[in-house]
C-alpha cells in the first residue's frame, strides 16, 4: 500500500472523547471491487489483470469548490468533471494504475485547457487531470495507483489553483460523474471528511451550530445536533443545491466551513473554529475573534499535522480539525 493517498484527520468512528490529532486515514479503495466494476466494462483479460493488481486512490488532497462539481453549467455546456481544490504545487497522483496516453494542453480532449494528463486503466476506463503547473510522468509511462504524476496548478482557464478530474468511463469522451464512480471503489474524493448524523452530540456539532449561525441560522450551540439543527442543516443544504438528509458529510462540510485567518472578528464561524481547536487540545478562548492567539495555535496545530503552516483555517485545515 502507498502512502501518498493517505491524508491527515481521523476516522469517523472515532469518539469525540478521543481526539488524535495525528492519525492518519488512508483512502485506497478496495482492488477487488475496481476489478469487477472494469471487468464489467468489457474489459481484455490484461486490463482487467492490471486493474485487479491496483487499488484505486484519491487524485489530490483538497476540496470541493462552490460550482465545481459534474454537470454544472459552464458557458453553455456541462463541466465534464470535479474540480478539487488546493494551494498551486499539491500533489496531483495516479487514481489508479494505468498508462499515461495523453499529455498535452487539454488532453486533446474537446473544451480542456491547461496541462492536462490522460491515463488509460484498461477496460475503457480512463481518468483526466487537468490544469496542471507541471508534469511529473512521461508520454506512455506506466503508473502505479498513487504515483505522483504532477502539480496542481493555474493552467488553462482558471480562476485559481485546482484539480479537474474527470472519470471516462466505455471509452475516452464518455465522462461520469467522479464522486460516485470513485465512491463505487472505496474513494471519498472529497476526501476524510467526518459524516455527522442526526442525534450527535459533541463538538463537532456545537462547531456545526456555530457555523450555521454564521450562515444566517439562529441555532443554540448546545452541541446537540437534534431535530432543530438537523432542519436548519436540511434547508441549508436545499440552498446549496445538496441532498437535503441532514447528514453533515463530504459534500456538506466544505459548503458549510469559512477560510479563516487573524483578523477575523466576532465572527460564529471563528467560534465553530475555536470549539474544533479546542477539542484538539488547543484550549482557546471561544470568544468569536481570530486573534494572535488564535494564530498561534492554528500555526501549531497545522506544523503538528504535517499541514501547510499558514495560519489559514482552509478546508484542508478544518477538514483535518472536524474529520
Ligand atoms: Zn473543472
Sequence with gaps: MCDTCSVPGSSPEEAETSPNPLS???????????AIAVAGLGGSPAHAASAMNGAWCNPALGYFPNGGHYGAPRGGVSHA?????????????????????????????????????????????????????????????????????????????????????????????????PVPFMTARGVDLGGGWSRIDPEARGARARSIQHLMNQR?????????????????????QRSQGLVADGQVGPLTWPRLVYSLRQGVADGSHVRALQVAMNKRSAGVVVDGNFGPVMNSAVRTYQSVNRLVVDGLAGAVTWRALVG
Excluded: C
Aim: glycine share 20%; aromatic share 10%.
Design 24 to 34: 492518519r486515514r488512508v483512502l485506497f479503495g478496495a482492488g477487488i471491487g475496481a
Design 81 to 177: 468533471g470535479q474540480d478539487i481544490t488546493n494551494t498551486a504545487g499539491t500533489a496531483v497522483y495516479a487514481a489508479a494504475a494505468g498508462t499515461v496516453i495523453r499529455r498535452s494542453w487539454g488532453g486533446g480532449l474537446t473544451g480542456r485547457t491547461g496541462n492536462g494528463i490522460v491515463i488509460s486503466h484498461g477496460g475503457n476506463v480512463y481518468t483526466y487531470y487537468g490544469h496542471l503547473n507541471a508534469y511529473r510522468v512521461a508520454l506512455n509511462a506506466r503508473v502505479s495507483a498513487g504515483q505522483r504524476i504532477g502539480d496542481m496548478g493555474t493552467t488553462g482557464n482558471v480562476t485559481g489553483p485546482h484539480l479537474h478530474f474527470e472519470t471516462h468511463s466505455g471509452g475516452l469522451g464518455r465522462t461520469v460523474n
Design 216 to 236: 444566517g441560522y439562529s441555532l443554540v450551540a448546545d452541541g446537540y445536533y437534534g431535530p432543530v439543527s438537523v432542519n436548519a442543516v436540511k434547508s441549508f
